[in-house]
Protein backbone atom coordinates (compact mmCIF):
# COMPACT_ATOMS: atom_id res chain seq x y z
CA UNK A 1 0.00 0.00 0.00
CA UNK A 2 1.34 3.18 -0.54
CA UNK A 3 1.33 6.60 1.45
CA UNK A 4 -1.65 8.37 -0.46
CA UNK A 5 -4.07 5.46 0.03
CA UNK A 6 -6.48 5.97 2.98
CA UNK A 7 -6.97 2.97 5.08
CA UNK A 8 -10.62 2.83 5.92
CA UNK A 9 -12.00 0.90 9.00
CA UNK A 10 -15.70 -1.23 8.15
CA UNK A 11 -17.24 -1.64 11.58
CA UNK A 12 -19.49 -4.05 12.36
CA UNK A 13 -23.37 -3.53 13.15
CA UNK A 14 -22.19 -4.99 16.95
CA UNK A 15 -19.13 -2.58 17.05
CA UNK A 16 -21.32 1.08 15.99
CA UNK A 17 -24.31 -0.20 18.87
CA UNK A 18 -21.28 -0.59 21.32
CA UNK A 19 -19.42 2.56 20.53
CA UNK A 20 -20.19 5.44 22.17
CA UNK A 21 -22.44 8.45 20.91
CA UNK A 22 -19.83 10.82 20.12
CA UNK A 23 -17.65 7.96 19.02
CA UNK A 24 -20.81 6.92 16.59
CA UNK A 25 -21.07 10.72 15.61
CA UNK A 26 -17.52 11.61 14.75
CA UNK A 27 -17.87 8.11 12.11
CA UNK A 28 -20.37 9.98 10.51
CA UNK A 29 -19.14 13.17 10.08
CA UNK A 30 -15.80 11.30 8.88
CA UNK A 31 -17.94 9.57 5.81
CA UNK A 32 -18.32 13.42 4.54
CA UNK A 33 -15.91 14.82 2.35
CA UNK A 34 -13.37 15.99 3.93
CA UNK A 35 -13.30 20.24 4.65
CA UNK A 36 -9.99 22.37 4.78
CA UNK A 37 -9.58 24.04 8.18
CA UNK A 38 -6.21 26.53 8.04
CA UNK A 39 -4.35 26.28 11.29
CA UNK A 40 -2.49 29.32 12.37
CA UNK A 41 0.29 28.61 15.52
CA UNK A 42 1.50 31.27 17.53
CA UNK A 43 4.28 30.51 19.76
CA UNK A 44 5.33 33.50 22.54
CA UNK A 45 6.95 32.94 25.77
CA UNK A 46 4.84 30.39 27.99
CA UNK A 47 1.67 30.41 25.56
CA UNK A 48 0.61 28.51 22.83
CA UNK A 49 -2.22 30.22 20.74
CA UNK A 50 -3.81 28.33 17.62
CA UNK A 51 -6.07 30.47 15.12
CA UNK A 52 -8.75 27.62 13.51
CA UNK A 53 -10.62 28.84 10.43
CA UNK A 54 -13.75 26.56 9.57
CA UNK A 55 -16.04 27.24 6.49
CA UNK A 56 -20.06 27.48 7.09
CA UNK A 57 -22.18 24.14 6.77
CA UNK A 58 -19.17 22.25 8.30
CA UNK A 59 -20.08 19.63 10.68
CA UNK A 60 -16.67 18.88 13.01
CA UNK A 61 -15.62 17.23 15.99
CA UNK A 62 -12.51 18.91 18.48
CA UNK A 63 -9.92 17.07 19.41
CA UNK A 64 -10.46 15.96 23.58
CA UNK A 65 -8.73 19.05 25.60
CA UNK A 66 -6.49 17.46 28.87
CA UNK A 67 -6.46 21.52 30.40
CA UNK A 68 -8.23 24.19 31.22
CA UNK A 69 -8.14 27.32 28.77
CA UNK A 70 -9.94 30.57 26.80
CA UNK A 71 -10.64 31.07 23.46
CA UNK A 72 -12.22 33.65 21.64
CA UNK A 73 -14.90 33.20 18.66
CA UNK A 74 -13.52 36.15 16.66
CA UNK A 75 -16.07 35.66 13.92
CA UNK A 76 -18.95 33.61 12.65
CA UNK A 77 -21.53 31.69 14.59
CA UNK A 78 -21.90 27.98 15.27
CA UNK A 79 -24.16 25.51 17.47
CA UNK A 80 -22.19 23.07 19.41
CA UNK A 81 -23.34 20.29 21.17
CA UNK A 82 -22.76 19.76 25.03
CA UNK A 83 -23.73 16.70 27.92
CA UNK A 84 -25.69 19.53 28.87
CA UNK A 85 -27.43 20.41 25.66
CA UNK A 86 -26.80 22.88 22.65
CA UNK A 87 -24.96 26.22 22.87
CA UNK A 88 -25.23 28.79 20.48
CA UNK A 89 -22.06 30.86 19.75
CA UNK A 90 -22.45 34.08 18.04
CA UNK A 91 -18.49 36.54 17.36
CA UNK A 92 -17.56 38.26 19.40
CA UNK A 93 -16.80 35.87 22.27
CA UNK A 94 -15.26 34.41 24.85
CA UNK A 95 -15.12 31.23 26.85
CA UNK A 96 -13.56 28.93 28.60
CA UNK A 97 -12.74 24.84 27.75
CA UNK A 98 -12.87 22.81 30.56
CA UNK A 99 -10.72 19.72 31.04
CA UNK A 100 -12.18 16.75 29.20
CA UNK A 101 -14.24 18.98 26.47
CA UNK A 102 -15.03 17.37 23.01
CA UNK A 103 -17.11 19.13 21.15
CA UNK A 104 -19.48 18.45 17.95
CA UNK A 105 -20.32 21.84 15.80
CA UNK A 106 -22.31 22.58 13.32
CA UNK A 107 -20.63 25.91 11.78
CA UNK A 108 -23.23 28.42 10.50
CA UNK A 109 -21.51 31.20 9.44
CA UNK A 110 -17.79 31.20 8.57
CA UNK A 111 -16.03 31.03 12.01
CA UNK A 112 -12.42 32.03 13.37
CA UNK A 113 -11.80 30.62 16.52
CA UNK A 114 -8.56 30.93 18.80
CA UNK A 115 -7.72 29.06 21.93
CA UNK A 116 -4.83 29.66 24.21
CA UNK A 117 -2.86 27.35 26.53
CA UNK A 118 0.01 27.57 28.78
CA UNK A 119 3.08 26.42 27.10
CA UNK A 120 5.39 25.97 30.35
CA UNK A 121 8.05 24.32 28.51
CA UNK A 122 7.64 26.88 25.33
CA UNK A 123 7.27 23.76 22.76
CA UNK A 124 7.51 25.62 19.43
CA UNK A 125 6.95 22.53 17.08
CA UNK A 126 2.70 22.23 17.08
CA UNK A 127 2.35 17.73 17.05
CA UNK A 128 4.35 18.25 20.32
CA UNK A 129 2.60 21.15 21.87
CA UNK A 130 -0.94 18.63 21.30
CA UNK A 131 0.68 15.84 22.64
CA UNK A 132 0.48 17.80 25.72
CA UNK A 133 -2.65 19.45 25.52
CA UNK A 134 -5.41 16.72 24.42
CA UNK A 135 -5.72 13.60 24.51
CA UNK A 136 -4.19 10.98 22.24
CA UNK A 137 -7.50 10.58 19.36
CA UNK A 138 -9.13 7.07 19.75
CA UNK A 139 -12.28 6.27 18.02
CA UNK A 140 -13.15 2.06 17.72
CA UNK A 141 -15.13 2.90 14.46
CA UNK A 142 -11.96 4.63 12.87
CA UNK A 143 -8.42 3.62 12.34
CA UNK A 144 -5.64 5.18 13.30
CA UNK A 145 -4.48 5.03 10.06
CA UNK A 146 -6.90 6.34 8.06
CA UNK A 147 -6.72 9.75 6.77
CA UNK A 148 -9.39 11.29 8.04
CA UNK A 149 -8.24 11.04 11.47
CA UNK A 150 -6.77 13.92 13.05
CA UNK A 151 -7.29 15.64 9.78
CA UNK A 152 -6.31 18.95 11.72
CA UNK A 153 -2.89 17.74 11.31
CA UNK A 154 -2.95 17.68 7.51
CA UNK A 155 -4.79 20.85 7.59
CA UNK A 156 -2.68 23.93 5.83
CA UNK A 157 -0.76 25.65 9.01
CA UNK A 158 1.43 28.69 9.46
CA UNK A 159 3.56 28.34 12.45
CA UNK A 160 4.47 31.82 13.61
CA UNK A 161 7.01 32.32 16.17
CA UNK A 162 8.21 35.91 16.17
CA UNK A 163 7.51 38.97 13.98
CA UNK A 164 10.96 38.92 13.10
CA UNK A 165 10.81 35.68 11.43
CA UNK A 166 8.43 34.85 8.34
CA UNK A 167 5.38 32.45 8.86
CA UNK A 168 6.86 29.38 7.03
CA UNK A 169 4.41 26.87 5.52
CA UNK A 170 4.50 23.31 7.77
CA UNK A 171 3.06 19.86 7.07
Given at each position: ???S????????????????L??????????L??????????????I???????????L??????K??H??????GS????????????????????????????????????????????????????????????????????????E????????????E?Q??????
Amino acid sequence: MNASETIFKQPNTEQIAAASLMDRVEYSIAQLPPVEVPLVHVFTPGIYSRQMSVPAGTLITSMEHKTEHPFVLLQGSLDVITPNGPIHYEAPCMGVTPPGTKRVAYIIDDVVWITFHANPADITDPDEIVGEICVPFSNPLLSVDDDRVEIWRKSPSIKLISETQQPRQIQ
